[in-house]
């Protein structure tokens, strides 16, 4: 049988994420991303009734033809064809192309502040019946979480007031991504006049603090009420040397659903066998020293991503997505954004410099970017509080089988804080990593308030709310935790079941 076979398939790959044979499930079939159904739709004229396309029951969901002929996704054990809305969704179609091919629920909960209203609008889509809903791996249930629940209440009762109705919650970051383009404009004039290391490094900050801010929120659809100006925001990635495509099934249907799962978050295992950032993960016998050689690893993350997102185009995956609903205009985004990035970092400079001042302003540019960027994912995720190597309520969360974790609560314990107005202005709110991580959707701006909301709700359930003062301070944690997961001896998973989950994809 076709699913034991796999099933073999997936205990060779171990627990080292998704092996080549197979494609992954948790991390493929759900989302780490986003999809905003919202209210919007109401100016558009939609069928009253669910209609139902039935088809025979059975099948395997992504190979059968008379699945495939869908733009399938699942909220709450029910398919839907997302067909008739692609073109009409409010946060628009890229957004919505995250949600095909799996179970969206925790995309589409995570996403919505009201979504009561997301509802009614994903339920007068098409229905289809016998779809085997039991072949897709369930995703986690934001609306589930007691926690989760009471804190979006309160962020829409004393943060917005009702505005949210209006888009408020995706608006008041317009001055801050002003700030972010007239500085990269300004050093890359500076970089095209002379290129050296330094100018170089100027203009590597202006791709740092794009890819924290701009490009990030916009490809969450937290920039703006129009999803246009999130779309050519989030296009911004591919200018600074990334891919907006690879980013939002990465990050969004990867790593924000699945936070510190060592299957199905590949920020967990992407960096492995060269850094352990999980001591789930093999211990091999360089890994107690990588608290130090990691700072010689960093300045060469650009150049990972470079590899990483051609590869991502060819094999239609990231290492923890495989990208279903991406369409044929989002992929030749890769190509034209990859070929910009190189005419405006390599080649133009060449042309008025020559090679070796070129050389030399590029590898400012890409050593400075990397290490403003590694440092600043790595510390919000990888201390001993966000991913415990002891015995606790972090640890017990991630032990749980991932459908019956309180999802809310995992966000809050797989993540940490640090500083607060002025790193959330210049980190795009990933200092309040926290905040984001339970309301992607949100424009950044808005995150110090939230954070004292949830941070009392947290306090009244004794749930650990960590944040440090200041990045020093939190990059030391980093450090320590670095060293104590190089050295901890492998811990044994007590999950196995989930990995034979991951041959479903």
Same mark, same amino acid.
């Given at each position: 049988m076709k699913v034991a076979s796999l099933a073999m398939q997936a205990d060779a790959c171990g627990?080292?994420?998704?092996?080549?044979?197979?494609?992954s499930a948790f991390s493929s079939a759900r989302p780490r991303g986003s999809?905003?159904?919202?209210?919007?739709?109401?100016?558009?004229?939609?069928?009253?009734?669910?209609?139902?396309?039935?088809?025979?029951?059975? $099948?395997?969901?992504?190979?059968?033809?008379?699945?495939?002929?869908?733009?399938?996704?699942?909220?709450?054990g029910v398919a839907y064809d997302l067909?008739?809305?692609?073109?009409?969704?409010?946060?628009?179609?890229?957004?919505?192309?995250?949600?095909?091919?799996?179970?969206?629920?925790?995309?589409?909960?995570?996403?919505?502040?009201?979504?009561?209203v997301a509802v009614a609008h994903l339920k007068r889509l098409p229905v289809l019946e016998g779809f085997p809903v039991e072949a897709v791996p369930q995703a986690p249930r934001p609306n589930d979480s007691d926690l989760y629940n009471a804190i979006r209440q309160r962020v829409r009762k004393e943060v917005f007031k009702g505005s949210e109705v209006k888009g408020a919650h995706r608006s008041g970051s317009e001055g801050a991504a002003l700030a972010v383009l007239s500085y990269a404009a300004a050093a890359y004039?500076?970089?095209?006049?002379?290129?050296?290391?330094?100018?170089?490094?100027?203009?590597?900050?202006?791709?740092?603090?794009?890819?924290?801010?701009?490009?990030h929120c916009g490809n969450h659809g937290a920039m703006s009420t129009n999803p246009i100006v999130n779309n050519l925001l989030g296009l911004t990635n591919d200018l600074a040397g990334g891919s907006s495509l690879m980013w939002r099934y990465h990050h969004q249907v990867s790593h924000h659903v699945h936070c510190n799962d060592d299957a199905f978050d590949e920020d967990v295992f992407s960096a492995f066998p060269f850094l352990r950032f999980d001591d789930r993960l093999p211990r091999y016998w360089y890994h107690p020293y990588q608290h130090i050689?990691?700072?010689?690893?960093?300045?060469?993350?650009?150049?990972?991503f470079q590899?990483?997102?051609?590869?991502?185009?060819?094999?239609?995956?990231?290492?923890?997505?495989?990208?279903?609903?991406?369409?044929?205009?989002?992929?030749?985004?890769?190509?034209? $954004?990859?070929?910009?990035?190189?005419?405006?970092?390599?080649?133009?400079?060449?042309?008025?410099?020559?090679?070796?001042?070129?050389?030399a302003g590029a590898a400012g540019y890409l050593f400075t970017q990397s290490i403003?960027?590694?440092?600043?994912?790595?510390?919000?995720?990888?201390?001993?509080?966000?991913?415990?190597?002891?015995a606790g309520p972090t640890r017990d969360n991630l032990d749980q089988p991932v459908a019956e974790r309180d999802w809310g609560?995992?966000?809050?314990?797989?993540?940490?804080?640090?500083?607060?107005?002025?790193?959330?202005?210049?980190? $795009?709110?990933?200092?309040?990593?926290?905040?984001?991580?339970?309301?992607?959707?949100?424009?950044?701006?808005?995150?110090?308030?939230?954070?004292?909301?949830?941070?009392?709700?947290?306090?009244?359930? $004794?749930?650990?709310?960590?944040?440090?003062?200041?990045?020093?301070?939190?990059?030391?944690?980093?450090?320590?935790?670095?060293?104590?997961?190089?050295?901890?001896?492998?811990?044994?998973?007590?999950?196995?079941?989930?990995?034979?989950?991951?041959?479903?994809?």
């Open positions: 627990r080292l994420g998704p092996c080549r044979a197979v494609k999809w905003s159904i919202t209210r919007a739709a109401t100016a558009t004229r939609v069928v009253e009734a669910p209609p139902k396309t039935s088809i025979p029951s059975g $099948g395997d969901p992504w190979e059968d033809d008379k699945w495939t002929k869908y733009k399938w996704t699942i909220y709450r067909t008739p809305y692609l073109d009409r969704h409010p946060g628009g179609r890229w957004l919505l192309n995250l949600a095909i091919g799996r179970d969206a629920t925790a995309l589409f909960e995570s996403y919505h502040l009201r979504p009561e004039a500076l970089y095209t006049y002379d290129a050296n290391p330094l100018t170089g490094g100027l203009l590597g900050l202006a791709g740092a603090w794009i890819g924290l801010t701009i490009q050689y990691m700072w010689i690893l960093f300045p060469f993350l650009q150049l990972v590899v990483g997102d051609w590869k991502a185009l060819l094999d239609n995956r990231t290492v923890g997505a495989t990208m279903y609903g991406a369409s044929e205009f989002e992929r030749q985004t890769v190509v034209a $954004g990859k070929l910009a990035h190189y005419t405006l970092l390599y080649g133009l400079p060449a042309a008025l410099h020559g090679p070796s001042a070129m050389l403003v960027l590694a440092t600043t994912f790595a510390v919000s995720h990888n201390i001993s509080e966000t991913k415990s190597l002891d609560v995992q966000q809050v314990l797989t993540s940490a804080n640090w500083g607060g107005d002025v790193g959330n202005f210049f980190t $795009g709110g990933l200092n309040l990593q926290i905040e984001h991580h339970l309301f992607p959707a949100i424009s950044f701006l808005h995150y110090p308030a939230i954070s004292k909301i949830v941070a009392d709700e947290c306090h009244k359930r $004794g749930i650990n709310y960590a944040h440090y003062t200041t990045l020093p301070e939190i990059l030391s944690s980093f450090v320590r935790f670095m060293a104590d997961a190089g050295s901890a001896p492998q811990k044994p998973v007590r999950r196995d079941g989930e990995m034979v989950m991951l041959s479903k994809l």
